[in-house]
């Protein structure tokens, strides 16, 4: 099975994606939508599924990024 996953970012302020996925995403798993990660809220199934694909809507979170640390 193929999922066209709908990337939604909460708050706006990055810009999300579409992507295919092999694996249907879950809740608190992390994907990475260009360099950054993001933990998924939530997935909502879009349209049922048909053959051997189906369309879903992910909300995601961005993770924090480690600060950078300078040395010396």
Same mark, same amino acid.
Request: glycine share 10%.
């Given at each position: 099975?193929?999922?066209?996953?709908?990337?939604?970012?909460?708050?706006?302020?990055?810009?999300?994606?579409?992507?295919?996925?092999?694996? $249907?995403? *879950?809740?608190?798993?992390?994907? @990475?939508?260009? $360099?950054?990660?993001?933990?998924?809220?939530?997935?909502?199934?879009?349209?049922?599924? $048909?053959?051997?694909? @189906?369309?879903?809507?992910?909300?995601?979170?961005?993770?924090?990024?480690?600060?950078? *640390?300078?040395?010396?």
């Amino acid at each position: 099975m193929i999922y066209k996953v709908s990337y939604v970012v909460s708050g706006g302020d990055y810009p999300g994606g579409i992507k295919n996925e092999t694996e $249907r995403p *879950q809740v608190g798993a992390v994907v @990475q939508i260009g $360099r950054m990660k993001f933990e998924v809220t939530e997935v909502h199934e879009i349209i049922p599924p $048909r053959d051997d694909f @189906q369309f879903l809507h992910a909300t995601v979170k961005p993770l924090p990024t480690p600060e950078k *640390q300078s040395s010396g």
